[in-house]
């Protein structure tokens, strides 16, 4: 598409993920001088540390038996009824596709004494940041799935450092 040129007068916060983002800065020329020249691209600030050191989040799926058929597994072991599913999706954007596994999160907060009981400083990025995440799924979130049965997920993410 066409070229467009933005500019802020205080500062810019670019969210792309952990991948994404990196890669946007790169190709605006900030990141590590060398590599940026190797691949032909002008620094604008050299900044070593871009694209370096990624690392991903802890995160365990807690999974449950559920007494519902109505979880992503039901479709995934039947055709027809998958077929319907993509079809209501197709024809009205709405059905189960018109949600993403998981559909639920939430962004909680340990209290400040828990902090202050281990003699440590808070790791996260301020006062209303937060140390963990729940991610809830209306079905089994990993592959293969089992045969039988139907399962909720409530995954627990560590998003600060310390958490």
Known sequence: GPRKTLTASNEVIISAGALGTPHILQHSGIGNRTHLTSLGIPTLVDLPSVGQNLTDHAFVANTWLVNSTDTFETALRNQTLAELQVREWNQSHQ???????????????????????????????????????????NGATRLPIPPTGNFMVIGSVAVSPLS
């Open 95 to 137: 059905g189960p596709y018109a949600a993403s596994t998981f559909n639920v999160a939430g962004w909680l907060r340990l209290g400040d004494e828990d902090f202050k009981k281990f003699g440590i400083e808070d790791p996260s990025a301020g006062p209303n940041s937060a140390h963990y995440e729940f991610i809830i799924a």
